[in-house]
Structures are given as C-alpha cells and as structure tokens.
C-alpha cells in the first residue's frame, strides 16, 4: 500500500462499528438490560453492597463494550432507576428492579 492510498474499510483490528452504539445495547431493550443487572446482581459486594468498577466493566466486556462506552450506559441506567453511581467506587444495584 503507498502512502497517500486509504488503508481497507473493515480491516477488523481498527473497526469501531460494533462500539459505535454501544448505549443502544441497553437503552430500550429490557431483556438485555434485566440480563447485565442480573449478571451485575451476581457479583460480590463489598459491606456497602458497592460492585467496583473494573467488575462492571468487566461483565460490560462480556457485550463487547469498552470502558469508553461504560459511563454513557451507567448514567441512562441510572436515570432509568436501576442503579446508583458511587463516585470513584462503583454502582448499587436498586433495590426492587428485575
């Protein structure tokens, strides 16, 4: 390839098309939401019932959405009423949601 040619659309090691609407996983789509709080739900808590932030990427991991993506999701999740954001900390799963 020379240098002034534009590299292959899709070359799969730089694509970002399976994290461009990574908030759309979540939003609107109450199966795939009841299944992250349930996977969420099923993690250790500290004293406080704080689930840290490297476990909650980890399980967003498991949808294939980067630590980029994370807080865009955890704020709509959290203006939907699912959880609550501890600063510096983690979430807390609200009580009363499925």
Known sequence: MRFD???PAGT???SN???TNAQSVFKGNKTETSKFLHALR???YSKHRIIPF???S????WWRIRKEARDDILFALQEEGYLKIVNYRGVIL???HQ
């Open 58 to 61: 980890r399980v967003l991991s």
């Open 94 to 96: 609200e009580e009363g």
């Open 17 to 19: 098309d399976g994290f």
């Open 12 to 14: 799969g090691e730089n």
């Open 54 to 56: 490297p476990e909650v």
């Open 42 to 44: 099923t993690r250790t």
């Open 5 to 7: 040619e534009e590299p």
